[in-house]
Nanobody, 112 residues
């Protein structure tokens, strides 16, 4: 299963680091992404990391978010800096095609 954690309430301009643990058989973190779903909006891919290729970011988070993987620990991370109110959403991890079972996600609320 995929379990995202590390969310919480943060003030605008603050930072958070999200973690995603992939456990059980059948999970590979070679091609992983972080997604988010804001209230009333569709889920969107905001960051992806592909082994041997590199990383990619949505324009809305480019320069502020950073995705990384720890293959030995089967973990994926998302460092989020300079957070804005529009970053408020439930954040999920999944492969870049979104074909693994979705976990519950972790809520990030950016508010003063």
């Amino acid at each position: 299963q995929l379990q995202a954690f590390g969310g919480g309430l943060v003030q605008p301009g603050g930072f958070l680091k999200l973690s995603c643990a992939a456990s059980g058989s059948g999970f590979s973190i070679n091609e992983m992404g972080w997604y988010r779903q804001a209230p009333g909006k569709q889920r969107e891919l905001v960051a992806s990391a592909i082994r041997g290729v590199g990383v990619n970011y949505a324009d809305s988070v480019k320069g502020r978010f950073s995705i990384s993987r720890d293959v030995a620990k089967n973990m994926v991370y998302l460092r989020m800096n300079s957070l804005k109110s529009e970053d408020t959403a439930v954040y999920y991890c999944n492969n870049i095609r979104g074909t693994y079972p979705w976990g519950q996600g972790t809520l990030v609320t950016v508010s003063s």
